[in-house]
């Protein structure tokens, strides 16, 4: 459950318990205090991708505040504000927070729950877009060598945001892109900024298998879909276990299956779809194109017709090591090099902000969520949070990213 001061408070809070003491002091009360009623407006009130509206006006607003007057409305419900440095002719750099909520009704016992049934920020967009906020507030106070880019992404959780984002062309100029992602698996005042794969391509696949039907009770007037349904669905999960490179990460889910309208009817067709994960490109070519290839040949075999269906998802996203290599510096600045912590794992979960990676060399963070003492609790559950103290320590790494990065770009 969360903290008796996540729950129990009412109001907004100042306080910064997990907060060390140097990072703190960029905060003046006024500011956390305001920071921290930001974050729990936009939990109480989240809204689904494409539909972030309130969101985007709070977030304008609160900008307009700050005395922000270079703020684009891009990509239908995204902001893109850009924060003066201090050579305007430099190099320009970008953050990015994304804004949209899950369609998942929230079990947090939070006292600022959410107030919209069936919605709820349970990947803690809320924190992103307060860090975002809270970025640009001290790269206000303290700018970067040129300018940055704060970017308020839409629809994150559906894989369109940054595509969006990216056509609006408002990122054009960006030599360099920062990100991070609040995770309840490291504690607050953690921060895992590393080179190489950080996060898996994110492919969707849905197939119909077609075939005659017939009365159950002769089978042998059919082309039995079912059948040949369930010998694709084992053959499939050959794809990771034998034609991949077992060094290489890989994920081939089905996750659905639909057929059928009674008990004693074949039917004529099958209906299946899953993901398709992968932390490399080749390896992402490889299952997609295994997928294709398995359906026809397993259709065939039963005498039935597969029409595969592939939607592109997100790229993975591989961090290079010279955009690593800032990130690490900034958090080394603010937090010292003991909070530099591994992955430890490898992560199949997707994030758009790969598809600025393909354009403009970035480095992507995952940044500690949890309260000391607290549990680790997944996203996308119904009674994910994330520790608000997390929104401080990843506005103020994430600034001090884009003056490193600004500064080596300038040089």
Known sequence: MPTETESNTTAATSDAPHVPTSVRALYSDELALQLSTLRRDLHRNPELSWKEQRTADLLAATLAGFGVTDVKRVARTGLVARVPGRDRSAPVVALRGDIDALPIQEDTGLSFASVNPGVMHACGHDVHATWAIAATRLLLNSPAHGDVLVVFQPAEEVGEGARGILESGALDSVRAIFGGHVDRRFEVGQVVAQAGALAASTDTFRITITGAGSHGARPHESADPIVGAAALIGALQTIVSRRLDP?????????????????????????????????????????????????????????????????????????????????????????????????????????????????????????????????????????????????????????????????????
Request: net charge negative; proline share 5%.
């Open 247 to 411: 060094a290489k990460p890989g994920v081939v889910t089905v996750g659905t299956i639909n057929a059928g309208t009674a008990a004693n009817i074949i039917p004529d067709s099958v209906q299946l779809s899953g993901t398709i994960r992968a932390t490399t490109i080749d390896a992402r070519a490889l299952l997609t194109g295994e997928v294709r290839r398995i359906s026809d040949a397993i259709a065939t075999a039963y005498g039935l017709r597969a029409t595969i269906t592939l939607s592109g998802g997100t790229p993975p996203i591989v961090n290079p090591e010279i955009t690593v290599n800032w990130a690490r510096e900034a958090v080394t600045h603010v937090l010292g090099a003991d909070a530099l912590m591994p992955l430890g794992t490898t992560n199949m979960g997707g994030e758009d902000f790969a598809e600025y990676m393909q354009k403009i060399p970035g480095c992507f963070m995952r940044i500690g969520a949890r309260e000391s003492g607290g549990r680790v609790i997944g996203a996308h559950s119904p009674s994910y949070y994330a520790a608000e103290d997390a929104l401080f320590i990843g506005a103020a790494v994430l600034a001090e990213s884009a003056r490193v990065a600004s500064a080596a770009l300038g040089e």
